[in-house]
């Protein structure tokens, strides 16, 4: 079954200060990769998407995550935090054929300290 | 960039009425629309797959009768929660898949409270 699980439902850093969240993935085969960031009801914004290639991906607002196949991993970092990076942040795994079908983990809720 | 909008942003309605919710690409096709549901401080849970000029493809568990979805144009796919009630309160998100970019967007998601 196709699944995605984000361990850390809610993590605190302080602003400037690295961070990565979590992201492991079970999946029948090759998938296709995203982190989605949401603020307060709003909708999700796309931060990158992995589907083959360099397994390092960059993405929008300074966030790169990287793919380790042997991990089933695709954490998501970014160097230096800024108040506004304050959101709920989402992986997801999909199909690499037809429409995009997405399995989301729970999400996990980041909080920056000033 | 893709835009995906939802109409109405938020809704209240009173027990047992229906409400319509809009989704629509603005700059791309979309075959393929999905709705999903997020509970407060939950993940999304996909309700369905909408599918332009056929019946949408539910997922197990979701009532089909309760949660009518119409994709009858390229552009716009609705969902109606019939005879609402409340424990049908919830953030509702579509997304689009842009046929020709192999990509998804989400519209910003309708806030619906039963009372």
């Known amino acids: 079954a196709q699944s995605v699980t984000q361990p850390d439902i809610h993590i605190t850093v302080s602003e400037g200060a690295s961070l990565e969240l979590r992201c492991n993935y079970s999946y029948g085969a090759t998938p296709y990769l995203f982190w989605y960031v949401q603020s307060p009801g709003q909708g999700l914004q796309l931060l990158l998407k992995?589907?083959?290639?360099?397994?390092l991906v960059q993405g929008i607002k300074g966030f790169e995550a990287e793919f380790k196949r042997s991990q089933s991993s695709f954490n998501l970092r970014k160097p230096s935090v800024h108040w506004s990076d304050a959101a709920e942040y989402f992986c997801a795994v999909g199909p690499t054929q037809g429409a995009q079908k997405l399995v989301f983990g729970q999400g996990t809720r980041l909080t920056i300290n000033p | 960039g893709a835009v995906v909008s939802q109409h109405p942003s938020w809704v209240i309605c009173k027990s047992g009425t229906s409400v319509k919710i809009e989704c629509r690409s603005l700059?791309?096709?979309?075959?393929?629309m999905f709705w999903y549901r997020q509970f407060p401080k939950q993940s999304l849970m996909l309700m369905a797959t909408?599918?332009?000029?056929?019946?949408?493809?539910?997922e197990q568990g979701v009532e089909k009768d309760k949660f009518l979805i119409n994709h009858a144009s390229l552009t716009l796919s609705t969902l109606t929660v019939t005879s609402a009630h409340p424990e049908d309160s919830s953030f509702y998100i579509c997304s689009a898949h842009n046929d020709r970019a192999y990509e998804q967007y989400f519209g910003p998601g309708t806030r619906l409270t039963v009372t």
């Open positions: 700059d791309f096709q979309a075959t393929t």
């Open positions: 909408s599918n332009e000029g056929s019946k949408a493809t539910y």
């Open positions: 992995y589907f083959s290639g360099d397994t």
